[in-house]
């Protein structure tokens, strides 16, 4: 295996397929350690796809992922701050990394600004669409943008994302849509609806989606009074949180929330959040 510390120019693309492959696998700690050993290497020019760059997204995004959103969000600012649209390659990063801001402003629930920023990527794709293909990360924006929906309570525009954005989604992030639809349900109080969506959010979610599918099922269950139900479902929800996500993922917050109303106990204080891409 070429050691990123050894690689040319050449083999940066190779080493960075390796970094995203380990990243859908959920070894986010393992690729933001090797993304930062990357991005600390002597800057090489632009015109020569420097690691730099590249590495500095892929670390922030999988930071993100984990769930550590709030010092993720600091370095993002900083990052697409200095990340100037010079060429195309650089507009594509600029775009994901404004892309993992979207989910870090979610996670904190600052969802105006989220999807003020979700709105403005899905302009600069459809600006460079003849030049790039861009389908993967405009599905990933508009997934996000559905939970930004949920989050701001406009539930029939988010199931209206949602519905829409499914047929041009793939890979796991298929599971999280599904389960972020029958979110826009539970809005909507539709809690059978979307029992029956939840349930085609499988096989296994991401690791980024750690307890998201349980929570969704446990509110839907709750909805309709099936409390016994909600309650094991929610438990679930809050050990998959504890054995897949950072300490500091605001969806941890999120399910003792869940957990306290269906069961009449007190929280413990919490932050809460939204599900990363």
């Given at each position: 295996m070429t050691s990123i510390r050894t690689a040319r120019d050449s083999e940066w693309q190779e080493t960075f397929v390796r970094l995203r492959t380990m990243t859908r696998q959920g070894r986010y700690e393992e690729v933001e350690a090797e993304a930062r050993a990357l991005a600390a290497l002597p800057r090489r020019p632009w015109r020569r796809r420097p690691p730099h760059w590249e590495a500095r997204v892929l670390a922030t995004g999988t930071a993100v992922m984990h769930g550590r959103v709030t010092e993720a969000l600091d370095e993002l600012d900083r990052l697409i701050a200095e990340l100037e649209p010079v060429g195309l390659n650089s507009q594509m990063l600029r775009l994901t990394a404004r892309g993992n801001r979207v989910v870090a402003l979610s996670g904190l629930r600052r969802y105006a600004?989220?999807?003020?920023?979700?709105?403005?990527?899905?302009?600069?794709?459809?600006?460079?669409?003849?030049?790039?293909?861009?389908?993967?990360?405009?599905?990933?924006?508009?997934?996000?943008?559905?939970?930004?929906?949920?989050?701001?309570?406009?539930?029939?525009?988010?199931?209206a994302?949602?519905?829409?954005?499914?047929?041009?989604?793939?890979?796991?992030?298929?599971?999280?849509?599904?389960?972020?639809l029958a979110r826009s349900l539970?809005?909507?109080?539709?809690?059978?609806?979307?029992?029956?969506?939840?349930?085609?959010?499988?096989?296994?979610?991401?690791?980024?989606?750690?307890?998201?599918?349980?929570?969704?099922?446990?509110?839907?269950?709750?909805?309709?009074?099936?409390r016994a139900e909600a309650e094991t479902t929610a438990r679930r929800a809050l050990t998959d949180c504890e054995r897949q996500l950072h300490p500091s993922h605001p969806r941890l917050g999120e399910?003792?929330?869940?957990?306290?109303?269906?069961?009449?106990?007190?929280?413990?204080e919490e932050s809460r959040g939204e599900p990363g891409e």
């Open positions: 600004e989220a999807e003020t920023e979700a709105l403005g990527i899905l302009r600069g794709l459809s600006r460079i669409a003849h030049r790039a293909p861009v389908s993967r990360l405009e599905a990933n924006t508009l997934g996000h943008l559905a939970a930004v929906l949920c989050g701001l309570a406009r539930h029939e525009e988010a199931e994302v949602a519905r829409g954005n499914l047929p041009r989604t793939d890979g796991p992030a298929v599971a999280v849509l599904y389960a972020t539970n809005g909507q109080g539709r809690h059978e609806e979307a029992l029956t969506e939840v349930r085609r959010s499988v096989p296994h979610p991401p690791r980024y989606a750690g307890g998201y599918v349980d929570l969704v099922t446990a509110e839907a269950l709750s909805g309709l009074g099936r399910a003792r929330a869940l957990l306290a109303r269906v069961t009449g106990e007190e929280p413990r």
